[in-house]
T-cell receptor, first 114, second 112 residues
């Protein structure tokens, strides 16, 4: 019973490098999303998806790309990392609809950009 | 989108009930109230949600006022493991998306 799995858990990048944060869920959820959390702040929505082939921007999408080729996976790509992207990233999933109930979160990926 | 207002921090004695208030005066009729908590730097954990009726589960109770402008999360017997940041969220979902807006929440400290 894996739930939402994020990899890697920790990553250090240099400015300008690219990388992909992986997120996978095994609950057949249509909805998946990425949040970032900076110190002392709440989570902010980056991108989300309501199903395979469908993605949309959240509150802070600049500097990030996503795709949703399968129901299970929702990778987050940083094309050219910047120090401002140093943060903890959380992936989440749930059913979609008006009353979707619980949003399941992964354990987080801690990214440092030097 | 409805926003929420929560106290920055609260303390509660171990074994006592923790009552966490939340104001959401601009909530619309079809928006749900959700509560999540975040322990240390872990991913947020769902606690409970409701529309207009009071709700109870194994973790907590949610009391929503009749006018829906405020709510209270009740942890009936707080333990040290309940020390966390608690987020009150009004769901803003569009096109079936479960998008949640997280504010800064209430930091609850359970004191031995």
């Amino acid at each position: 019973n894996a739930g939402v799995t994020q990899t890697p858990k920790f990553q250090v990048l240099k400015t300008g490098q690219s990388m992909t944060l992986q997120c996978a869920q095994d609950m057949n959820h249509e909805y998946m999303s990425w949040y970032r959390q900076d110190p002392g702040m709440g989570l902010r929505l980056i991108h989300y998806s309501v199903g395979a082939g469908i993605t949309d921007q959240g509150e802070v999408p600049n500097g990030y790309n996503v795709s949703r080729s399968t129901t299970e996976d929702f990778p987050l790509r940083l094309l050219s990392a910047a120090p401002s992207q140093t943060s903890v990233y959380f992936c989440a999933s749930s059913w979609r609809g008006a009353n979707t109930g619980e949003l399941f979160f992964g354990e987080g990926s801690r990214l440092t950009v030097l | 989108d409805a926003k929420t207002t929560q106290p920055t921090s609260m303390d509660c004695a171990e074994g006592r009930a923790a009552n966490l208030p939340c104001n959401h005066s601009t909530i619309s009729g079809n928006e749900y109230v959700y509560w999540y908590r975040q322990i240390h730097s872990q991913g947020p954990q769902y606690i409970i949600h409701g529309l207009k009726n009071n709700e109870t589960n194994e973790m907590a109770s949610l009391i929503i006022t009749e006018d829906r402008k405020s709510s209270t999360l009740i942890l009936p017997h707080a333990t040290l493991r309940d020390t966390a940041v608690y987020y009150c969220i009004v769901r803003v979902g569009t096109r079936g998306a479960n998008n949640l807006f997280f504010g800064t929440g209430t930091r609850l400290t359970v004191i031995p």
